[in-house]
């Protein structure tokens, strides 16, 4: 390019000048850079105009035309390419005019004036009969299958593209190529095939990056984007936006930058970040408006009205939709026709305006299949099923259900197969026809446990959680529990809980050994490979409906792929069974037959130890309990939960928690708005008015929970056994609720019984699988932040108390007290030695906003340092199940999400291998907690089970500050935060 400048110097030849300005243009042009562009193709019009060479005159307004298209101004775009094809006619070149006129074609494409579009691509189809320039025929072909495509008839634009796509690759056209690649890719986008799609926008890719084409780049970057948000990637989607975003806006480009911040309205409506989306919706319509792009703003339009749907602007929203349908009837858009008349029908359901949604939705079927759009035509059917479901009318609905699946099937969308047979399954429920509803729904979450367990990018993850796995298992639980197999229901309410755990994408490794990491290696490489079938499913279907491949091919390949789908969920399920017996002691579910859980459970049940395992069904509020006993059948008991005082009591006991924390300062606070002396005397007097009223307000918490999770029937059945030991598996709200303060007959549950929880049966089974060995090393941690934050003198007491039981019991402990407790020694020596007993008193965090963050606090080289929970597996291996003391506050605590996954430092302490924990609900006093753990261990080395020993130091506590409650003590606090996770004997 310099030496054409250089030249450009030398020389005074007008025509030959023009040339080379010409050419430079083109040079900007191919490199985005538009604006630079236009300079030269102007400087080249003076040149030409000068020597009156019109077939190169025509040729520089066709470019510069192209340009002021690139950049939005279609009217100048307009203008130029009148006065290139007047030209052009007057000196009868064929080729030119084609061009002029294939561009024109475009233009009006773009601007959504398909009929006149289609006008100047009929004119040049004619053309092309007498002309023989490759490049210009693949060009045009490419044109018209683009508006093919843009019109929803999408087998014409296959046909058209992979015409173009023949031409390019033959003369070598690298760009026209790299264009079809990324239109087909939008064809199949369209259709639902985002794996395929996908495919195709890569190979445009690597053609564009090795011509450096920004525009192009950015507009497959765009494209990548879509499809990965589709298949729910939303990070990658949006980085992916970002970088588009970056690229385009350096070129110019208005239509492509509109585009992107309409698509990354969409990714924020999902996200429900509504007034982001509204404002790049926003954003995206100015622009498409200030370059008159109707079908730009049809999307638009679209869009902001699902927006305001979302968030109840019932007249906007229909405002929107019909401005929306008002433009996609003016282009003849049939699929903007089509998807708006969904949206109309979806705002009319939620309006309970059934019959105008009913009646939009067979317009929309008729529509998409016209155009032959399979993906639109099962959701559609699959919609009218809901519609018809909602009015009652099921043995209609279940036909239009049947069409969908069948659809569904054939074209290899395995999303639309799991709802609709979830859709089928509610109506048999309806029906109480619980057999066929649990055939259904078990066939369901076959294809979404496949889907759940494959690596990330799966197919429509996102579309997928909306109808999650959880909810169909919970319908699973209630099918069962209709039929009476209890214990079905027992092993799929099993099966729920710490579903999230066989995420190997959340598993920490540093510190796992070869052979857990080996493992999960082979099987992810089985999960790649069930991916990657599956897509060759979809391709081959999709192949079939190209005519590229016979009926024959397609039944002999199907066949072929479906048995090699099964063969590798075989292998899924053996690796996953073999983790599960070969690595126990990590505590994690993994998927498999869920009845193999319960019958390992029974095999280590002993007697008078009773489970009672909670579910709670949030689609119908009702609490199940699994009542799990030696030598007995499962019992079930099935109540309905009353939401309000439910409430109330998790209100209430937040209430109290809070004040409890905040009590020292509204002591001090209180002194003050009463202007009373602040002393010790004053203090304690105010602490006992507040610890009696919280003393009062937690025992009517313990007393009105008791409703909620031991209603008189369990109540009855308790009182007619001998319960040596009680283990509860909590559900969802009851991890973190003190379920040792319940009050049973007026005595507390923690008092009552040998009490003790796990998070699921897995992890109890994992406890009693780790090999027993007699305690002989101990660790003990103690006021590790002495000198640094606020003095615990008492757990630098406690510590040095158990160092001193433990060492008189014969165990070999190592103290880190104080000073001594840095952390990378206390990772060090657990790193070097397997300990029986660790024992930790000192601060702890709990944080409710990121809970794998909440943590321990060490100190390291004179300085504050935190052992965060989701660090704890990278550091330290607990695989030989200690048992683990955390006496710090709010140990305990943990965020549950749905399936009663639980989050928080407990998680970390679970995933490093330690399934038998005692840790705490609350923040606990120093004097009080130091005596507690004097009594446990006593007890513990009189050879008492764990939670036999918890419950006598808990009485003991009840004891002394009950009776002394005159002397400003106060009880619960100071027992009821204490619960053991594990192994109760």
């Known amino acids: 390019m310099l030496h054409s400048q250089k030249l450009l110097v030398e020389i005074d030849d007008s025509e030959l000048e023009g040339v080379i300005f010409n050419n430079l243009g083109n040079i900007y042009s191919e490199w985005g850079k538009y604006i630079q562009a236009i300079e ?77 579009a289609q006008e100047y691509f009929s004119e040049v189809e004619v053309i092309l009969e007498e002309v023989k320039n490759l490049r210009l025929k693949s060009g045009i072909f490419l044109a018209i299958g683009d508006l093919n495509q843009k019109q929803g008839n999408y087998k014409m634009a296959k046909s058209f593209i992979k015409r173009s796509l023949e031409l390019s690759k033959k003369a070598g056209f690298r760009k026209t190529e790299a264009s079809c690649y990324n239109n087909l890719g939008g064809i199949y986008y369209h259709q639902g095939n985002f794996g395929k799609a996908i495919e195709y926008y890569y190979k445009a890719q690597e053609i564009q990056y090795a011509l450096k084409n920004a525009r192009e780049i950015g507009a497959t970057l765009n494209n990548l984007a879509l499809s990965n948000f589709h298949l729910g990637n939303i990070d990658q989607s949006l980085q992916k936006y970002q970088e588009s975003l970056s690229l385009v806006e350096e070129t110019g480009d208005k239509l492509g930058v509109a585009t992107i911040l309409d698509n990354i309205g969409n990714v924020f409506h999902v996200m429900a970040n509504y007034n982001e989306a509204l404002e790049y919706h926003e954003r995206a319509l100015k622009i498409f408006t200030e370059i008159e792009n109707k079908e730009g703003q049809g999307r638009v339009y679209n869009n902001l009205g699902s927006v305001f749907q979302k968030i109840k602007q019932y007249t906007d929203a229909m405002e929107y939709f019909n401005k929306s349908m008002e433009i996609s ?53 699959n919609n009218i099923g809901n519609f018809l479901s909602l009015t009652k009318k099921f043995s209609v609905a279940l036909k239009y259900y049947r069409k969908s699946l069948k659809l569904s099937k054939k074209i290899g969308n395995k999303i639309g197969e799991a709802t609709t047979l979830l859709n089928i399954a509610d109506i048999h429920i309806v029906q109480r026809n619980y057999s066929k509803a649990l055939k ?53 309410s099993e099966y729920i809980k710490g579903r999230e755990m066989i995420n190997y994408g959340e598993i920490h490794k540093g510190s796992i050994n070869e052979d857990f990491k080996n493992h999960v290696e082979r099987l992810n490489q089985v999960k790649e490979h069930i991916q990657r079938t599956l897509l060759k499913i979809s391709r081959i279907r999709s192949d079939y409906e190209d005519e590229i491949i016979s009926k024959k091919h397609l039944d002999s390949k199907m066949e072929f792929l479906l048995q090699r ?38 095999e280590i049940l002993i007697k008078d ?32 939960i009353d939401e309000e005082k439910f409430t109330a009591i998790k209100k209430n006991l937040v209430r109290v928690l809070n004040e409890y924390q905040n009590i020292r300062i509204n002591i001090l606070n209180h002194l003050i708005s009463k202007n009373v002396p602040i002393n010790q005397e004053n203090v304690q007097k105010e602490f006992k008015w507040h610890n009696n009223a919280l003393e009062e307000r937690f ?11 031991f209603p008189i029937e369990l109540i009855k059945y308790l009182d007619s056994k001998e319960i040596s030991f009680l283990t509860i598996v909590p559900t969802g709200f009851m991890h973190n609720f003190p379920l040792e303060t319940i009050l049973i007959r ?16 897995q992890t109890l089974v994992s406890s009693f699988k780790t090999k027993e060995r007699n305690a002989t090393r101990a660790l003990v941690v103690g006021n590790p932040t002495e000198g640094i934050t606020s003095s615990l003198l008492d757990a630098k007491k406690e510590a040095e108390y158990i160092v001193d039981i433990l060492e008189r019991n014969k165990l070999k402990v190592e103290p880190l007290i104080g000073k001594e407790a840095n952390l990378s020694d206390f990772i060090e020596l657990l790193r070097k030695n397997k300990y029986q007993i660790i024992h930790f008193a000192g601060h702890a965090m709990f944080n409710g906003d990121n809970p794998e963050l909440s943590s321990l606090i060490f100190r390291e080289s004179g300085e504050i340092i935190n052992l965060y929970g989701n660090m704890i597996p990278l550091d330290i291996n607990l695989d030989n199940n200690p048992l683990l003391i955390l006496s710090a506050c709010e140990t305990g605590l943990v965020v549950t999400k749905v399936g009663d996954e639980v989050y928080g430092l407990t998680r970390g302490i679970v995933e490093a291998g330690c399934t038998n924990t005692i840790l705490t609900g609350w923040k606990i006093l120093d004097d009080s907690t130091r005596e507690f753990f004097q009594v446990f261990y006593n007890e513990l080395f009189n050879q008492k089970p764990i939670s036999e020993a918890l419950r006598d130091a808990r009485y003991f506590i009840y004891e002394k500050y009950t009776q002394e409650r005159n002397k400003n003590n106060h009880s619960i606090i100071r027992w009821g935060a204490f619960r053991h996770y594990g192994k109760p004997f």
């Not at 030269?40 to 000068?50: E, R």
């Not at 292998?571 to 070969?582: A, N």
């Not at 025992?699 to 999770?709: A, D, V």
Request: hydrophobic share 40%.
């Open 40 to 116: 030269y193709y102007n400087k080249a019009l003076n040149s030409l105009k000068k020597v009156d060479n019109k077939k190169e005159v025509a040729n520089t307004l066709n470019n510069i035309a192209s340009i002021n298209s690139q950049l939005g101004e279609m009217k100048k775009a307009r203008i130029n390419y009148d006065l290139a094809l007047e030209i052009s006619r007057k000196i009868g070149d064929k080729g030119l005019v084609s061009i002029i006129i294939s561009n024109l074609g475009a233009l009006f494409q773009d601007l959504g004036d398909y009929k006149k």
């Open 329 to 381: 009837n003016l282009l003849n858009d049939r699929k903007g026709i089509a998807s708006t008349l969904d949206n109309i029908a979806s705002l009319f359901k939620q309006q309970k305006k059934f019959d105008e949604a009913y009646e939009r939705l067979i317009t929309s079927l008729k529509i998409r299949k016209e155009i032959q759009d399979l993906l639109g035509v099962s959701t559609v059917l």
């Open 440 to 492: 259904q729904l078990k066939e369901s979450f076959k294809i979404k446990d496949i889907l759940d367990s494959l690596p990330p990018l799966s197919i429509m993850r996102t579309e997928m959680r909306e109808n999650s796995s959880i909810q169909i298992l919970n319908k699973i639980v209630s099918c069962c529990i209709e039929l009476n197999k209890i214990g079905e229901a027992l092993a799929y």
């Open 565 to 602: 789908l099964e063969n590798l969920n075989k292998q899924r399920k053996i690796l996953q069974d073999e983790m599960r017996i070969k690595f126990p002691s990590k505590g994690i579910i993994f998927p498999s037959d869920p009845l193999v859980i319960v019958k390992e459970f029974k």
């Open 609 to 640: 130890w009773m489970i009672l395992e909670y579910h709670h069904n949030i689609l119908t509020n009702e609490m199940y309990i699994f009542i799990i006993e030696k030598k007995q059948n499962i019992k079930i008991i099935k109540y309905k």
């Open 699 to 709: 025992r009517k918490i313990g007393k009105n929970s008791s409703e909620i999770y």
């Open 746 to 761: 007026n005595e507390y549950l923690g008092l009552k019984y040998n009490f003790s929880r796990t998070f699921n049966l």
